[in-house]
């Protein structure tokens, strides 16, 4: 097992490096069956929230944002060319946003190499009322970080990620549109029957929240670049 006690963070690294290692297992596997998907790959974002706390880590341009008291912050960065040009000073935030290289990534999920796993580092402390995005960047090249916030902080979990995609599409619709929305607090949602999210222990908790959360990403992910 990963998970021993309270001592979770190196515990954690292994579980988010192995867990998208394993993704990454997959995807090549698929491609190597089917030679007219060579080249295929993915993005990814892997989050475990333990005792509070919140650890992460991705490969590609697929983003974690964070909300916390009105105000909304990006944890993982970009692995995309335009990301790099960025940061060496090469162009402008402004001249980024619409870079013809956007799509050019530094790393993917299933390119037949070991992924580079970035791990998000020091893990957060989530406060009640926290709230978390994952998404691809069929929503953020389409609407703005003020308008994702907006609506994040505004509207309940299910429906703002409706609204998101509704608002993606109609800016555009450029990409494949990937969100997953988690509000941190004490009570579950009303909608899930008690035995989904009921255990008996905290390890098994975050088990299930994490494999939750990587199946579905990848599958919505995976899914739309096939639509």
């Not at 190499?113 to 929503?139: F, N, T």
């Not at 409706?162 to 990937?178: R, S």
């Amino acid at each position: 097992g990963y998970f021993h006690g309270d001592n979770l963070n190196p515990e954690a690294e292994v579980a988010i490096r192995e867990s998208i290692e394993l993704a990454a297992e997959a995807v090549s596997k698929k491609t190597n069956e089917n030679p007219s998907l060579e080249g295929m790959g993915t993005t990814c974002v892997v989050c475990i929230i333990h005792n509070g706390y919140l650890f992460a880590g991705h490969i590609g341009d697929s983003r974690l944002y964070l909300l916390h008291e009105g105000i909304m912050k990006r944890l993982t960065r970009d692995h995309s060319r335009v990301q790099f040009m960025l940061e060496a000073g090469i162009i402008s935030e402004e001249n980024a946003e619409k870079h013809p290289h956007q799509n050019f990534l530094a790393r993917v999920l299933g390119s037949n190499q070991q992924p580079r796993v970035e791990i998000l580092a020091p893990p957060i402390k989530l406060r009640v009322g926290d709230r978390l995005l994952i998404c691809s960047d069929g929503l953020y090249n389409e609407v703005s970080e003020a308008n994702i916030a907006k609506i994040l902080g505004s509207t309940p979990a299910k429906e703002a990620a409706d609204k998101l995609v509704v608002m993606a599409n109609e800016a555009g619709g450029n990409d494949n549109i990937t969100i997953e929305i988690f509000a941190y607090g004490p009570i579950p949602p009303t909608s899930i029957p008690e035995t989904w999210y009921s255990f008996s222990d905290p390890i098994s908790a975050a088990l299930f929240h994490t494999c939750f959360l990587i199946f579905f990403f990848l599958l919505g992910y995976l899914i739309a670049g096939y639509r």
